[in-house]
């Protein structure tokens, strides 16, 4: 059945979220997309660089990026844009790239804000409310020795995390991720009573307080998840995102098993992007569309953050197959 779409982007990325039906184009949502320079005329000031400047300057380079960011959503059909992360090293003594000091991760949003206005769905990162896995000998010894000191720790990421969401509602940020690597190729890295004791009801009261504050609350994770979706629905989260294919999460089981209790967004395999050819590209993220664009609870993207390292011709490509798509969805023809 042929459909006009008269939702807007954001909107779009609401109603997935909502898991109701989609109508017409895809909602096409990015964990992190690095690559926006390519498609603007201005250059992002992050990391190390914008770390450098006075308050002056880094108010101008707000301004500037605010821009970058306007023109590249005129460029490429996204539904939401997630805003620069915290401060962290990819490596000793290196700053990460897309990344802002935490004040200035604020003032950013109110300046896309101001230009984009309501077409795109702002998403931040709402820091680390639920623990990650961490293979570090001592904190896996802690985790069996010393398991209240676990529970102290697990207490304050949540009131932290709780107090940031506060200030991403006063800005007007309408989701918050947090990324929290809970699993690896093999499965869960804590085990069934850790999960239950220290995962799963840190995320419940996050996702609950984020949605009191009228707010979408998304899990990112990597690793075999799927025998906890159930599980991580329940907690009243609005979104997983990744649905790793590395690890061997299939799109199609994943979006029976939550059966519309929650949102998944990906999978669209990162490793493609970076090697794949854009005929490849365009193929497999066309074929993914097709086959899952009129479920509800899906929202299309790569399965991590789309790195600089992603050629720019790809990303072209996965334009090209998400307006297709949407073209193919309201007057039935593929162009």
């Keep these: 059945m042929l459909c006009r779409d008269m939702m807007t982007p954001r909107e779009r990325f609401i109603s997935a979220l909502e898991r109701k039906p989609s109508k017409g184009s895809v909602p ?85 804000k101001e230009r984009v206005g309501t077409k795109v769905a702002l998403v931040a990162s709402g820091g680390g409310p639920v623990m990650s896995a961490n293979y570090d000998p001592d904190f896996c010894e802690k985790l069996f020795d010393e398991p209240e000191a676990i529970d102290r720790e697990v207490e304050q990421r949540i009131c932290e995390g709780i107090e940031v969401a506060k200030r991403w509602r006063d800005v007007g940020a309408d989701a918050l991720f947090c990324a929290a690597d809970i699993a690896d190729n093999a499965g869960p890295f804590f085990n069934p009573a850790q999960m239950e004791r220290w995962i799963i009801p840190p995320m419940e009261r996050w996702a609950t307080a984020v949605k009191e504050m009228g707010m979408k609350p998304i899990l990112h994770s990597d690793g075999d998840l799927a025998g906890y979706l159930e599980r991580i629905a329940a907690t009243g989260i609005s979104a997983l ?26 999978n669209l395999d990162c ?49 090209r197959a998400v307006n297709r798509h949407a073209k193919l969805a309201q007057t039935g023809v593929d162009v």
């Design 241 to 266: 995102q990744a649905i790793d294919p590395v690890a061997g999460m299939e799109l199609t089981a994943s979006l029976a098993k939550v059966r519309g209790k929650m949102a998944l967004v990906g």
């Design 28 to 112: 096409w949502w990015d964990l992190e997309f690095h690559l926006w320079d390519a498609f603007s005329d201005h250059r992002l000031i992050l990391g190390e660089e914008f770390a450098a400047l006075d308050a002056g300057r880094r108010s101008d380079a707000l301004k500037k990026n605010a821009a970058a960011f306007e023109q590249g959503t005129n460029e490429i059909p996204f539904s939401a844009i997630t805003l620069p992360t915290r401060f962290w090293n990819w490596a000793p003594g290196q700053l990460a790239y897309f990344i802002l000091p935490e004040d200035d991760r604020f003032a950013q949003l109110q300046a896309v």
């Design 271 to 319: 490793g493609l992007l970076i090697t794949g050819t854009p005929d490849a590209v365009e193929e497999t993220a066309l074929a993914m569309l097709h086959e899952h664009g009129e479920k509800p609870g899906w929202i299309f993207g790569a399965s991590n953050a789309v790195q600089q390292e992603v050629p720019r011709e790809n990303i072209r490509a996965v334009i």
